[in-house]
């Protein structure tokens, strides 16, 4: 006999009890998010969709404070701010689905043992480390007989494709070092320990993205650098960086919304020289600077040969306003978050 409990009905709406509420999403929005992700077609069931949504929103509480209670327009939100089909995959994947299972690997198999083997830059080691990827995302590995899957952590801000990219490069650079120690072990340095100053693979993404990115901003004249920094580091408004340069606000918008787009034409150029491929390219663009280390100081290089008028205008900028002028840069939708709120 069959002693789970009945299916919810999908005109029902979806609720969870929290400490301090009950957390309602109304059936309207799950019916239009399960036709937008696609995710019926690839296997999932409907009952484990709706599960695995508020699971994934929970988790993040919808992108609010801890304690806050969503409003049916932030949950929205909070769903159209993520990649919610990647998310859902990944999601379904780590609670080991056999559907998600096939449809990830058909989507990135191929792409991820070709990663493997342009980062490693030899095939054996490619695919010895695409296949050790695999097994690890698979949830071969357990802890306190538990098994665990690092797709657990992907929280859907960049693509799923760019995490995994992200994530493929770290192992590398772990395989590297747990090599380079052995190496070192062999050759009877038992009493040597790795230091800092050991060689070590930057991650292949991460230093390609960091040299498209320093030609592409050192290439834009100095007043175009000026309003990147005054807005995206500095965190000043359209109407205050008008001020400075004695135009009207509108003005500035324009400016800041053609500077980008011509910094984002430069960074898939240089992309493209470092050896990607047009669609690769793009992909990397997609890549949430809150998972890959880049490594620029974006306020050094943008007042690299910035005129001294300018300079003095612009103070030191807030913790973290590296990332976002790196994220508007790879992502143009969360310029124009930005920009929607600005002034209001």
Known sequence: MDDAAPSRRFDE???????????VVEPALLDQLWIETGSGIWGLARNDFDRIILVVAMRQNFGLAPGAIPSKEEQAAFFRSVKLADLILASACAEGNECAWEHFMASYGAQLTRAAIAISGNETVGRDLADAFYGELYGLNT?????????????????LLGWLRTTLSQRFVDHYRRTFREEALDDNTHDLAVTEGSPQPESALGARLRDAIQGALSSQPAEERFVLAAYYLDERTLAEIGQVLHVHEATISR???RSTEAVRKELLKGLEKSGLSRRAAQEALGTDPRDLEIGVNLKKLLQLSTSDAFTEQVPSGPP???QSLTAALLDPERSRAREA???R
Request: aromatic share 2%; glycine share 8%; net charge positive.
């Open 13 to 23: 709406p979806l609720k969870v009890d929290t400490a301090d509420a009950v957390v």
């Open 143 to 159: 802890r306190e007989g538990k098994r665990k899957c690092p797709l657990e952590s992907y929280r859907g801000r960049g693509s």
């Open 255 to 257: 400016r800041l919304k």
């Open 320 to 322: 973290n306003s590296d």
């Open 341 to 343: 709120n600005s002034d």
